[in-house]
T-cell receptor, first 113, second 115 residues
Framework: AQKVTQAQTEISVVEKEDVTLDCVYE???????LFWYKQPPSGELVFLIRRNSFDEQNEISGRYSWNFQKSTSSFNFTITASQVVDSAVYFCALQGSARQLTFGSGTQLTVLP | DTGVSQDPRHKITKRGQNVTFRCDPI?????LYWYRQTLGQGPEFLTYFQNEAQLEKSRLLSDRFSAERPKGSFSTLEIQRTEQGDSAMYLCASSPLSGMNTEAFFGQGTRLTVV
């Protein structure tokens, strides 16, 4: 069985602050992929990042960065210099040997001006 | 726009009625997924097609639910004898047939309200 836990239900920050969204996962698969999706009020899930289980190299892409630690089964996501447009629900998801994604319950991020 | 398209965007129905939703995936994508999302929760997997073959169904997909993907193109999800517990956002996603190293692209969903 697979499980994704996002302990932070809601986070509020003031614009230009950095914010980190936490994600912890459980899987018995040795090969798996981890994802972050963003869901703005319009409802469409927008893909942000994908990482495979063999690639623990962390990455920075613009204002986004990811910290994948296999030893702690965590895949955290950081937004630097947050903007109001970053306000959305963010989902962490896991894809193991099955094709479908297992999602966490999401973190509502509100960036205040 | 060549993204995943879902129709209708909103549906209000009376309990006991049947409803059908449509999903048009990205044209070159072989895989198609249906998910259900209730308020405050992440999407939950319902079923998955590879071309026209329905390869997997979740236990969430009761006998009242049926999905089809004729000719491996668009897909329909039908709910018979709707119940209030069926009220949710139904999301469709598609991805290409190239192993696991691909992300799924989601549509904007169909929001179902059963009254």
């Amino acid at each position: 069985a697979q499980k994704v836990t996002q302990a932070q239900t809601e986070i509020s920050v003031v614009e230009k602050e950095d914010v980190t969204l936490d994600c912890v996962y459980e899987t018995r698969d040795t090969t798996y992929y981890l994802f972050w999706y963003k869901q703005p009020p319009s409802g469409e899930l927008v893909f942000l990042i994908r990482r495979n289980s063999f690639d623990e190299q962390n990455e920075i892409s613009g204002r986004y960065s990811w910290n994948f630690q296999k030893s702690t089964s965590s895949f955290n996501f950081t937004i630097t210099a947050s903007q109001v447009v970053d306000s959305a629900v963010y989902f962490c998801a896991l894809q193991g040997s099955a094709r479908q994604l297992t999602f966490g319950s999401g973190t509502q991020l509100t960036v205040l001006p | 726009d060549t993204g995943v398209s879902q129709d209708p965007r909103h549906k209000i129905t009376k309990r006991g009625q049947n409803v059908t939703f449509r999903c048009d995936p990205i044209s070159e994508h072989n895989r198609l997924y249906w998910y259900r999302q209730t308020l405050g929760q992440g999407p939950e997997f319902l079923t998955y097609f590879q071309n026209e073959a329905q390869l997997e169904k979740s236990r969430l997909l009761s006998d009242r639910f049926s999905a089809e993907r004729p000719k491996g193109s668009f897909s329909t999800l039908e709910i018979q004898r709707t119940e209030q517990g069926d009220s949710a956002m139904y999301l469709c996603a598609s991805s290409p047939l190239s192993g696991m190293n691909t992300e799924a692209f989601f549509g904007q969903g169909t929001r179902l309200t059963v009254v």
